[in-house]
Every structure is written in structure tokens, then in C-alpha cells.
């Protein structure tokens, strides 16, 4: 789990696709944090991506580093305590700027039944399941 949110974090940004109905929506991100042995990401109650999420959880994440990729597949579980968000938000002081953990706004949401493939050019596809 280590190397996947390193992945993650070195890439700077990554992509997050959800579905709306029928349509596929994508958007970069660029939180990646593990809290309690699972990984994490952040977003605001207020998008659409977190109604999204509510509605179908079931996503895909797609970063890009160098020569390698990563495609992440699996379900996001809002985590709603307190301690998880405060967490986020002190791995990440930017975002402090912008949400605060008992503003009703910060969401958390960690993996779960996840498939990460690393990709490269150079190598074989490695797979690791969380």
C-alpha cells in the first residue's frame, strides 16, 4: 500500500473517474494519504464528484510518472470521523486554506476491494489487491 500512495504522491496529480448515470466523468486529484493501514483521498461534500461517489462507488484511478502508470480500481467508503479528516488535512496543509475538519464540507474516503496495476513499457504488469 506504501509504494501505491508514494506512486501517487510523487505523480503530483492523478485521475479519478466516477460515472453519472450513463456518463463517465474525470477529474485530477492529488491527495493520496494512508491513515490506519488504508488509502485515502480527499474532496468536498459541496462537488459533484462526491455526490457521484455516494451514488456509485465504484471508481478508477489512472497516474502517469515517468514511464510507469498506475491504474487503481475499486470502491470508495466515506470515512466520517473526524480523526480521518484532520488527518488528510495534516498530510496536506494546503488544504487547510480551503476546508477544516469540522466544516461539514471535508470528505474522506478511503479504498476497499482495490486492484492496483503498475504499467510500463519495460516491464510486465505487477498487480497488487487491498
Not at 17 to 33: I, L, N, S
Request: proline share 4%.
Amino acid at each position: 500500500m506504501e509504494r501505491i500512495a508514494k506512486f501517487l504522491q510523487e505523480a503530483g496529480n492523478y485521475y479519478l473517474a466516477t460515472v453519472e448515470g450513463d456518463q463517465p466523468r474525470v477529474r485530477p486529484f492529488g491527495t493520496a494519504h494512508i491513515f490506519e493501514g488504508k488509502l485515502y483521498i480527499q474532496t468536498g461534500k459541496a462537488k459533484n464528484v462526491s455526490r457521484q461517489i455516494h451514488a456509485n462507488p465504484k471508481v478508477e484511478v489512472c497516474a502517469l510518472k515517468d514511464d510507469e502508470w498506475l491504474r487503481i480500481a475499486g470502491e470508495l467508503v466515506e470515512d466520517d470521523r473526524r480523526e480521518a479528516r484532520q488527518s488528510m488535512l495534516d498530510a496536506y496543509p494546503s488544504l487547510q486554506s480551503m476546508y477544516s475538519a469540522d466544516d461539514g464540507n471535508a470528505e474522506v474516503f478511503y479504498f476497499q476491494n482495490a486492484t492496483a496495476t503498475f504499467f510500463s513499457s519495460t516491464h510486465e504488469p505487477e498487480v497488487v489487491k487491498f
